[in-house]
């Protein structure tokens, strides 16, 4: 993608989406995940659900389906109970070892010369691609059952992570996600290994590979649909940073370093393919907000913080606004004020290092260095300190309004698409927020 194409605007209201019509999770909806928006929007407007699961692994690592009370435990129906679990790591070809089997028994001393057969390895791609393609191929059949005729239907993809599931790679993804001093280790050297080639095909085997399984797979389907003449169209969740508030002028900045940016490349690449073939298809570049799975990056809630002033930047006067603010400032100690917040931060996006050397559109996604991550760490450590409970953040609220936002613009927004990609910053969630939140 080779230029930033913020939403403005938020999308018109209309009743294209009403009804009946229907929104099928391509994936697994978790607590504490954007997907909740899109299906808190989709309720609003009366619409079916049809939820999907990953599956689970038993104790030997085999694949399997929910149990009944595990289904019951999630309250998701109805629910297509094929594990969709993408990714090729635990999967064994001819008596040799898995992905993740290979790197048994590596240390954090000499992990930088493991080789990796990769001949072997793409064969276990293979394998877990067929294995996926006809567990996907069962769900849309199933799936064909559960919609009803003259029916609208969204797709949503979901699909993300893809780390290969042995014991070395998590201390290494820990160093690079949040080391500093003596711990510091460089992402890039990380990925030039064969260990960090292994993460990366696993990477964009689950986060980006899979839409474009769901888009193929379903080609029957959605010309089924289409011909009766309802609509079909698909959005993915996608990451190239976000624009925020930067002394009071939007400004786009991400997060270094992001390797699954990578994937979310191809993700992006896979839309406009399927855009230029008349499929209405979109990635959506969502900010970033504070998740279970983005929690291990150090730092990344940095970010989250200015939406409050881009919020009092677009309507200073708003009520929502203002009682929202003064939750925010119940939730810091009584030594310390919002525009506390708001210098750290600005010091920080401001800042040489990170304005100037890791705020680089062209060069996404970025890799790490030792200045950046100790700037990184002490930043967030500062704001997180400014906090009564660090396990009460600002970074809560915040999140559950970004992820609204996102819900209410990528369902709304899907309808006539017109770009295989968009970012949803600041400006646009702040405007959700006081006109439609």
């Not at 990953?54 to 085999?62: L, M, Y």
């Not at 029916?151 to 690079?176: D, E, Q, S, W, Y």
């Not at 939730?331 to 800042?351: A, N, Q, Y």
Request: with cysteine; charged share 25%.
């Amino acid at each position: 993608m080779a230029n930033i194409n913020p939403l403005r605007e938020l999308p018109t209201l209309n009743d294209n989406y009403k009804e009946g019509d229907v929104l099928v999770i391509f994936g697994e909806v978790f607590d504490r995940g954007y997907v909740n928006g899109l299906v808190k929007e989709a309720e609003a407007k009366d619409m079916q659900i049809i939820y999907a699961t990953v599956g689970r692994r038993d104790e030997e690592n085999n694949l399997r389906s929910l149990t009944e009370e595990e289904i019951s435990a999630k309250g998701q129906e109805p629910l297509i109970n094929i594990p969709l679990e993408a990714g090729f790591d635990l999967e064994a070809v001819d008596g040799n070892p898995c992905p993740a089997d290979m790197l048994k028994g590596v240390k954090l001393k000499g992990w930088q010369d493991v080789k990796i057969d990769f001949d072997l390895v793409r064969q276990s791609q293979r394998q877990g691609r067929d294995r996926f393609e006809a567990c996907v191929d069962q769900f849309l059949t199933e799936l064909d059952s559960l919609i009803p005729d003259g029916k609208n239907v969204l797709f949503a993809h979901t699909m993300a992570g893809g780390v290969p599931r042995t014991k070395i790679v998590m201390p290494l993804l820990n160093r690079v996600f949040k080391g500093h001093g003596d711990r510091y280790q460089s992402s890039e050297e990380l990925w030039n290994t064969d260990i960090g080639k292994l993460i990366a095909m696993g990477f964009e085997e689950v986060s980006a590979t899979t839409f474009q399984v769901l888009i193929d797979r379903s080609e029957s389907l959605r010309k089924e649909i289409e011909a009766t003449g309802q609509s079909v169209a698909y959005v993915a969740y996608g990451y190239h940073g976000t624009e925020l508030s930067i002394d009071s002028k939007m400004t786009w900045q991400s997060y270094a370093p992001y390797l699954t940016g990578f994937a979310k490349l191809k993700l992006e690449e896979i839309a406009e393919r399927a855009c230029q073939k008349g499929v209405n298809a979109s990635v959506y570049n969502v900010p970033e907000i504070l998740t279970n799975s983005s929690s291990m990056f150090q730092g990344i809630e940095i970010a989250i913080y200015p939406l409050l002033r881009a919020m009092l930047e677009y309507d200073e006067n708003s009520d929502k606004v203002n009682n929202l603010i003064i939750e925010a400032q119940n939730l810091l100690k009584d030594d310390f004020e919002l525009h506390d917040v708001f210098d750290k931060t600005d010091k920080f996006f401001s800042s040489s290092i990170i304005r100037d050397e890791w705020s680089k559109f062209d060069q996404w996604p970025q890799h790490n260095g030792p200045e950046q991550m100790e700037l990184l760490r002490n930043t967030s450590s500062e704001i997180l300190d400014m906090h009564k409970d660090t396990k009460d953040l600002l970074t809560g609220p915040l999140s559950e309004v970004v992820f609204s936002a996102c819900g209410h613009i990528m369902l709304n927004n899907s309808w006539s698409s017109e770009q295989p990609v968009y970012w949803i910053g600041h400006d646009i969630v702040a405007k959700y927020f006081v006109e439609r939140g």
